[in-house]
């Protein structure tokens, strides 16, 4: 089964931007609420934030203010603004259904994911 590629990661400053992109062939997750989760070395996979179908959005505390999560149903596409980075951001970065959709239909099309650095 085919799955997510995420792109846009990369080596940036403190308080530098990135735009990370998540494409998927299949216009079938457009009607799911998707997410974007971030694994830091050593650290377990965390949810960072969720969009649902219909745009409305969530985000874990450490990143409100900070990062915004959008989508393109034309584009099959999902995607996270990343502003003001700190260093505890660097992680690689996966999208996928959020996790009650995940859960529910037993979901398995987790990409390689996008690196992230930040770092002086």
């Known amino acids: 089964q085919e799955q997510f590629v995420e792109s846009g990661g990369g080596l940036v400053q403190p308080g530098g931007s990135l735009r990370l992109s998540c494409a998927h062939s299949s216009s079938i997750f457009s009607i799911y609420a998707m997410a974007w989760y971030r694994q830091a070395p050593g650290k377990q996979r965390e949810l960072v934030a969720t969009i649902t179908s219909g745009g409305s959005t969530v985000y874990v505390d450490s990143v409100k203010g900070r990062f915004t999560i959008s989508r393109d149903n034309a584009k099959n596409t999902v995607y996270l603004q990343m502003n003001s980075l700190k260093p505890e951001d660097t992680a690689v970065y996966y999208c996928?259904?959020?996790?009650?959709?995940?859960?529910?239909?037993?979901?398995?099309?987790w990409g390689k994911g996008t690196l992230v650095t930040v770092s002086s």
């Open positions: 996928h259904p959020s996790p009650v959709i995940t859960t529910r239909y037993g979901m398995n099309y």
